[in-house]
Each structure stands twice: as structure tokens, then as C-alpha cells.
């Protein structure tokens, strides 16, 4: 099945650091893939997404451009803020067979940014 | 505007109850989806209904059960509530099946 693989945190910079969070997956298909970010105590947010190889999605500074070749899309941001502290969590969906799957989550990574 | 509510926000009963979480979408949406997170954060789908049709991942109990009204409201009903079941429960909604997802606040539900 579907899988998606993230770096174990949590992830400690300072602020105005540059940010990688690498995320890998696994599908069977062409997955559309994407990153959410959860802020303490508060529901999913769609950060940024990208439905097809050597597509780049960008929001609010973070960017992450999926590779196929690789199957990977690594988020990224050149300089973090202490508001960017929360859980960020890479996602796909596949998007085949018609039946709903929903999302399929990696196991999120904490990036706490200290002043 | 709240896009996907749910209620309530925080939860608390005993083993062994009955209870009902609320969710309702205001976007229009085709499909809506249940979702739990487990204490390590974990997210894990539990049920996708998509014109009236139920999609449930196998390893969620039977006492879990989506009631959908209409399309703009996705219920989870949960029958004889284990400590196990403690965890944040989220709804979604997405304008098509398998298109990116909108999410609601949560339910943080605590079976003592």
C-alpha cells in the first residue's frame, strides 16, 4: 500500500535558519502529494501541494517541488520564523480505482524555531 | 466563516458510553472524511463517504459508525467507548474524492 515517509523530530533551529523537512513515499500510481501544518492546538492546514512530477508548490515562504525520480518533496524554507513552530505533516493521495482513500499522512515532524 | 466545523471541542466520558460527534461543511464539498490522531500525532483515515457511498478502512471496530444526513454533514457515532479510543478526532471535506482536504478543528475525545 501507500506510504509516506518523514524525518523523526522534533527539529530544533533558530530563527532565520534555512528548513529542510525530508519526506519520501511510496505508491503505486501518480499521487498527488502535499504538506499540512498543524499549530498547537489546532486542526490541519493545507501549507502547499503539487499534483504532478517537477511540479513546485509554494506558500507563505515554504516551498517543496515533487520528484519523481526520487520520490520525494522535501519541504523547504530559507529562513524561519518562531511563528513556523508546529507540526508539519507530508501527505498523497492517489487518486485511482474512484473509491475515496482520503489522505494518506506521514508520521509528522515538530520544528520548534527558538528566538 | 467556519469551512468544516465540528462539535464539540473537547469531549470526556466513560468507559462503556455511547456517544456522537458533529460535523458539518459549509464548502460545497462531495466527500467527507474521518480521520483519528493518535496521542504520537499520527494520522490515520477512518471512514470516506462520497455520494452516498461508505468507504471504511478495515482496521476501524465496528463501533465506530458515519451517519450522513445530507451532504453537508458527516456524524461518527462511537458505541461502547473503550480507553483505546482516547485520541483527537478530526472531519475533513474535499471537493473531489482524493483532491486535497479541508480540515476541522478536531474533538479531543478521553475515555476514562
Known amino acids: 500500500g501507500d506510504s509516506v515517509t518523514q524525518m523523526e523530530g522534533p527539529v530544533t533551529l533558530s530563527e532565520e535558519a534555512f528548513l529542510t523537512i525530508n519526506c519520501t513515499y511510496t505508491a503505486t500510481g501518480y499521487p498527488s502529494l502535499f504538506w499540512y501544518v498543524q499549530y498547537p492546538g489546532e486542526g490541519l492546514q493545507l501549507l502547499l501541494k503539487a499534483t504532478k512530477a517537477d511540479d513546485k508548490g509554494s506558500n507563505k515562504g515554504f516551498e517543496a517541488t515533487y520528484r519523481k525520480e526520487t520520490t520525494s518533496f522535501h519541504l523547504e524554507k530559507g529562513s524561519v520564523q518562531v511563528s513556523d513552530s508546529a507540526v508539519y505533516f507530508c501527505a498523497l493521495t492517489e487518486g485511482t480505482g474512484g473509491g475515496a482513500d482520503g489522505l494518506t499522512f506521514g508520521k509528522g515532524t515538530h520544528l520548534i524555531i527558538q528566538p | 466563516d467556519t469551512a468544516v466545523s465540528q462539535t464539540p471541542k473537547y469531549l470526556v466520558t466513560q468507559m462503556g458510553n455511547d456517544k456522537s460527534i458533529k460535523c458539518e461543511q459549509n464548502l460545497g464539498h462531495d466527500t467527507m472524511y474521518w480521520y483519528k490522531q493518535d496521542s504520537k500525532k499520527f494520522l490515520k483515515i477512518m471512514f470516506s463517504?462520497?455520494?452516498?457511498?461508505?468507504?471504511i478502512n478495515e482496521t476501524v471496530p465496528n463501533r465506530f459508525s458515519p451517519k450522513s444526513p445530507d451532504k453537508a454533514h458527516l456524524n461518527l457515532h462511537i458505541n461502547s467507548l473503550e480507553l483505546g479510543d482516547s485520541a483527537v478526532y478530526f472531519c475533513a471535506s474535499s471537493q473531489v474524492a482524493n483532491t486535497e482536504a479541508f480540515f476541522g478543528q478536531g474533538t479531543r475525545l478521553t475515555v476514562v
Open positions: 463517504y462520497n455520494n452516498k457511498e461508505l468507504i
